[in-house]
Structure formats: structure tokens, C-alpha cells
């Protein structure tokens, strides 16, 4: 460890804090149809695309019908990129005539990408046209990031309103985050990956001359713009196999810098947004506190973990002083590897700078710890703050049951209803990162696509479905899809995506519907240290007991052997 790294994980934090509040400011105007400053610019592409759609903005829809609409969305972006995928060979743009997309494949695709996971069972530069990137993946990028930024503002209006039938109309939403949050954003991003040196061009190769003479292909592509879209809409699927770790994607120190930053740019936004919905900045700035201390953990401990040398490589006489620098580029290190590894998975990105797989056995364990946690730490965009908000209910919920009073937060009733809505989010993800795990490391088709076997094969195996129920997409690089795979990790991903939506839209239908109580003597304070640690702990322990037992079978036991000089 060393004081530079230190140094980059304060700074990266602190550019955090600075973005948060003028980013809550403007989501809120957005969301809530306020005066901004781009609405002069754009405002008449937004009225007339309302118009050309048939959408009333002034009408708004109840929890079910908000649902329902997501649902539908989300039905059609499915077929449009399976059909585009499955159509590949025929379709223009496609200089290199690559061929179709293998129906399973595309199936797990299409899924990935509507479900803002954007895992890749495939090498994007060698699997999929400059119009697949584009038309299908890029798209999606755009529209799956707006969605769960609107099914947020949505959850925050359910908290807001008082005996309110409605949660406000979701094409609405859907238009105005695209419109003026994500395009705008991306313009300007594009233009600076583009100025230091990723390419954006419909042109598939270069030919290079390599020094022994010989005449290498380098892929190109539309890469800046798919980037761009790829961090700000916490989405993470690289134009590139090997991702942010590819120059083409990542070129420098400062690019590196500003993708970590944008990773966590409207997680952190939305946070404010929230404090800002219910007139009480406090409430956001308690949810950002707790949010960061369990991040500023997580990267402390990942750099602790990877600035040590693999003990075996040690015994070996490799030097050990720069640390464990496998799988790692040398232009950014291990600091900003670590940085990297748990922004992404803090947030339900999933790109990566780095292998994940190489990581040493803790290092590798907080990744996974920080996708089992449901991925609130700031999170994807939109979902990371909804998520969050079901553990403050079961937080108020415990604390209700210690004094003895009926649970509240911000002035609402918290019953049956909504902690059986709460539990049914928060249960099905580790239903699904367990059971399909179990699965895959007892059936022949399973075991088949794992590099390795004992503890670091069945933490490939946990890491694959973690990753795919949390909606993040990284994946510890040995695992190589089949068909076994690409289905169950696309049925993993569904559930993860809808199985938390539905009920998080559902209890914000149940508390529009509900009055405000005004604060009492009793009324258990929800914006102090006491509110953010305990929340923070309910974080901690229900993922700590659910998950601890898969934790002990896979790096635990790898980070033993490693200490007793066995491979594993």
C-alpha cells in the first residue's frame, strides 16, 4: 500500500461529494417536470415526441399500471435485440459477415441488456456487428438506465405524496431522463474519450505492422459513444472482450478516473434527489453516509488485500513489491484496480479494469460481498437507491420491535403489507445466487464450463449467478458459457431485476396511499449516526448470515490453502 493509492481513493471520494447535490438538484427538476436548463433547448423534441407516442404528461398511473408499463417496455425491448441478434447476418453494417447470433446466446443477450446487466457470454469485437452494438446494445444502454432511474423517482414520489392514488406515468419519466440526463451527459463524455484517443468510427479494423514484420488486425469500432453510456448508465457491457481493461476503452489514468466517476455520478445524484422529494436534504445526506462508509470499507479492504504478493508467486522469487499485479495493467495498478473492482460492484455496473479472477481470495471475496448486498452501495442507477430503501424499512422495522412502537419512516406507517413486499425483494436474490450455484456445481453441464476446480471453480460458479441476479454483469474470467449457462443466468437475471421492481413499486403505491403522521417525542429519528449505522448493520447481517456459508466453501477456503502454500 502506498500513499498515492491512498491519496486516489480520498480524491475519487471527494469528487463524489462534490457531484452529488447540483446532480440531486437538477434529477429532481427533471423528474418533476421543474424549470432547467435545458428544457428551453429541448423541450420541444420532448413535446413533440409526446404527441407522435399518444402519451397525456399530465396523466399519471397507480403503482400497477406504472408496473405494467415497465413490464410491457421491457417485453418489447427483448424482442427487438433477440430479433436483431438472430438477424445479424443479413442485416447491413456488418463488414466483417459475421454471422447470427446462436439462439441461446442471443436469448442471454437480449435479457442482459433490457435487465441493465449487460453480462457477455461473447467477445464483442469478434461476435457482433458495428449495428448489434449500436442499434441493440447501445439502445438498451440508454432506455434500461432511464427505467430504473424513473421506477426510482417513482418509489421517491410514493414516499412524498399524501393519499395519493398515483406514482406519476412512467413514459414520462422514461422520456425525460433519456432526453435530458443521459444523452447530454453522454455527448459530452463521448467527446472527451474520443479526445483521449477512443475510437468512434463505423470502420471494423486497422492493419499495424508489427515489429517481427508480421501484419496485425486491430478491432475498431463506435466505441466512445457505447462507453460513454456504458459508465454513466452503470451498464458495463464492453465493446471489447477484455472491457476497460482494453486501451481502446480505457486508454489512460484520467479516462480511468472519469469512468469511476461516472459510475457513481447518479447513484450518488439520486441520493440528494431523494432528500430534496421529501424537503429534508438531511434524509439524503444520512442515506449517502451510510452508502459511503460501507464503500470506503470495501476499497480499503480490497487494496489492502491485492497491495500484498501472491504468497506462491513469492516462493517462486518473483518480486512481490509493486503487489499482486496479475491480471492487472500496468497503467493503472493496484490502487486504481481496487478503486475500479469496488466502485463496479457497488454499483451494478460490471465493467472491469481489471481481472476479477485474479484477484487474491479476500480481494475476490469483496466484489462478491458487495453484489450479495444487493448492490446499495449507491448501486446501478435507480435501483441502488430503491434497494437501499427496502433495507431502511426493515431498519425502522427492527428498530420499532426493540422499543416497542409501530415502525415508521418519514412519517408513514411501515406494516404488514410492506415488509412482506420488502422481504419478497430482498429474499429472491439469494434464492437465486444459491440455488442456481448448487445447480451448476453438481450437474455435468454446470461443471463443464468451469476452468477450475475445488474452491476457486465454485467461486466462479457463485460469482457467475451473484453477478447475474444483482444485475451487475463481471465475471470471474474462467468461466466459459454454454447453453446450461446462458439460460439459467438469464432466468437469474429476470428474477433479480423484476422480483426486486414489483415490490418496491408496490410499497410506494401502498405509502402514496397512506397520510403523514407528524414527528413525536417517540418517533425514531431517521437522519443521524444512529439511523445510518443501524442501517448500515441490517446491510451488513442479512448478507453476512445468508451468504457466509457459500463465502466459507469458495475464497475463504482459498485464501487457507493459499496461506499454507497449496494451490487451489
Not at 361 to 370: A, F, K, S
Amino acid at each position: 500500500m502506498t500513499l498515492s493509492g491512498w491519496i486516489t481513493i480520498a480524491v475519487f471520494f471527494l469528487c463524489v461529494v462534490a457531484i452529488t447535490r447540483p446532480l440531486g438538484g437538477f434529477l429532481k427538476r427533471v423528474l418533476e417536470g421543474e424549470r432547467h436548463g435545458l428544457a428551453r433547448l429541448l423541450g420541444p423534441l420532448e413535446r413533440g415526441a409526446y404527441r407522435l407516442a399518444g402519451i397525456d404528461p399530465n396523466r399519471e398511473q397507480s403503482w400497477s399500471h406504472y408496473a405494467l408499463a415497465v413490464i410491457l417496455f421491457k417485453i418489447f425491448c427483448f424482442i427487438a435485440v433477440y430479433v436483431l441478434l438472430r438477424l445479424q447476418g443479413v442485416l447491413p453494417f456488418n463488414p466483417s459477415g459475421l454471422g447470427a447470433v446462436a439462439p441461446d446466446l442471443a436469448y442471454n443477450t437480449a435479457v442482459s441488456f433490457l435487465t441493465n446487466t449487460n453480462w457477455q457470454s461473447y467477445g464483442g469485437e469478434t461476435t457482433l456487428s458495428p449495428l448489434s452494438q449500436m442499434l441493440a446494445l447501445t439502445v438498451q444502454n440508454f432506455v434500461s438506465a432511464a427505467a430504473g432511474i424513473a421506477i426510482a423517482a417513482a418509489i421517491m414520489r410514493g414516499f412524498v405524496r399524501r393519499s395519493s392514488a398515483t406514482i406519476g406515468n412512467f413514459w414520462v419519466d422514461l422520456l425525460r431522463v433519456t432526453l435530458y440526463v443521459l444523452l447530454p451527459g453522454c455527448v459530452v463524455l463521448t467527446l472527451f474519450f474520443v479526445l483521449e484517443g477512443v475510437p468512434q468510427t463505423l470502420a471494423t479494423t486497422a492493419s499495424a505492422f508489427t515489429l517481427e514484420g508480421g501484419n496485425q488486425s486491430i478491432a475498431l469500432g463506435p466505441v466512445a459513444s457505447q462507453e460513454a453510456i456504458k459508465m454513466l448508465g452503470t451498464n458495463g457491457g464492453g465493446y471489447f472482450n477484455v472491457n476497460s481493461a482494453h486501451p481502446f476503452e480505457n486508454p489512460n489514468a484520467l479516462t480511468n478516473f472519469v469512468q469511476m466517476l461516472c459510475i457513481f455520478a447518479l447513484g450518488a445524484g439520486l441520493t440528494n434527489m431523494f432528500g430534496r422529494m421529501i424537503g429534508q436534504e438531511k434524509q439524503g445526506w444520512a442515506i449517502f453516509s451510510a452508502m459511503a462508509a460501507l464503500f470506503l470499507i470495501g476499497a480499503g479492504v480490497l487494496y489492502w488485500s491485492e497491495a500484498h504478493a501472491n504468497p506462491l508467486f513469492a516462493s517462486l522469487g518473483l518480486d512481490g513489491t509493486l503487489g499482486n499485479m496479475e491480471g492487472k495493467e500496468t497503467r493503472f495498478g493496484v490502487a486504481a484496480s481496487a478503486l475500479f473492482a469496488t466502485v463496479t460492484t457497488d454499483a451494478s455496473c460490471g465493467a472491469v479494469n481489471a481481472m476479477h479472477e485474479s484477484f487474491l481470495p479476500l480481494g475476490g471475496m469483496v466484489p462478491l460481498i458487495n453484489m450479495m448486498l444487493g448492490e446499495v452501495i449507491f448501486g446501478g442507477v435507480g435501483s441502488g437507491l430503491y434497494g437501499f430503501l427496502l433495507f431502511a424499512l426493515i431498519a425502522v422495522f427492527m428498530a420499532g420491535l426493540m422499543v416497542g412502537r409501530t415502525p415508521e419512516y418519514l412519517g408513514k406507517k411501515i406494516e404488514a403489507r410492506e415488509i412482506k413486499m420488502t422481504m419478497l425483494a430482498v429474499l429472491c436474490l439469494p434464492l437465486v445466487m444459491l440455488g442456481f450455484t448448487a445447480l451448476a456445481v453438481v450437474l455435468p453441464a454446470g461443471l463443464s464450463a468451469l476452468s477450475a476446480s475445488g474452491p476457486h471453480g465454485f467461486s466462479e460458479a457463485l460469482y457467475a449467478y451473484t453477478s447475474a441476479a444483482a444485475n451487475n454483469g463481471s465475471a470471474f474470467a474462467g468461466l466459459t458459457a454454454n447453453s446450461f449457462w446462458n439460460v439459467t443466468l438469464g432466468i437469474g437475471m429476470m428474477i433479480g431485476r423484476f422480483f426486486v421492481i414489483i415490490p418496491a413499486l408496490a410499497i410506494a403505491g401502498s405509502m402514496a396511499a397512506k397520510k403523514t403522521a407528524a414527528p413525536t417525542p417517540g418517533t425514531f429519528p431517521t437522519d443521524n449516526g444512529l439511523f445510518i449505522a443501524l442501517v448500515a448493520g441490517v446491510i451488513v447481517i442479512v448478507g453476512g448470515l445468508t451468504f457466509l456459508p457459500a463465502l466459507a466453501l469458495g475464497p475463504i477456503v482459498e485464501h487457507l490453502a493459499m496461506l499454507h502454500g497449496t494451490t487451489y
